[in-house]
């Protein structure tokens, strides 16, 4: 399946944590890759989960799952870490599930508190016809200051 995109248009990976759809701008993703084993790290922000070895480099791994104060559920075949490059930075993001590369025709900016997390986290929310996906700003999620 060809993914024809319209000029300005941007694309982004939807993914899925419980029932809420998200979305990160796909530029913004390194690559995305199966759980793997992951090592602790004592005394950080409760929703780190420890840090990953990546072909050498070690990567910081968050849960959105914590970041989004659900519990922590086992991990199936459909659990994915989303690496993404932040600033001079590569972070891991655990997600219940990948769904597809997507555009949103419609974006509509997003209120103070949507899908269960602060809308600051949100740089908007996308209408599609199955519904609405929540799309994430990383400068947020990722240097949330622990509460």
């Known amino acids: 399946m060809e993914i024809v995109q319209a000029a300005g248009q941007e694309q982004y990976i939807e993914f899925a944590i419980e029932r809420e759809q998200y979305a990160i ?15 602790e ?5 409760p929703y780190v989960k420890g840090v990953i070895n ?7 791994v968050i849960s959105l799952r914590r970041l989004c104060q659900l519990p922590d559920k086992d991990y199936t075949r459909t659990t ?10 590569t972070v891991g993001i655990i997600v219940d599930r990948v769904n ?47 509460e």
């Open 100 to 146: 597809k590369v997507a555009t949103y025709p419609d974006i509509q900016p997003p209120p103070e508190r949507a899908l269960g997390i602060d809308g600051n986290y949100f740089a908007g929310i996308g209408i599609t016809d199955s519904g609405l996906v929540g799309i994430l700003k990383l400068d947020e999620v990722l240097l949330r200051e622990q």
């Open 41 to 45: 790290i004592p005394n950080v922000t």
């Open 25 to 39: 701008r796909i530029q913004d993703i390194h690559e995305i890759i199966k759980i793997q084993d992951i090592t």
């Open 80 to 89: 994915r870490i989303i690496v993404v490059h932040h600033q001079e930075d």
């Open 54 to 60: 990546l072909r050498g480099k070690i990567v910081p």
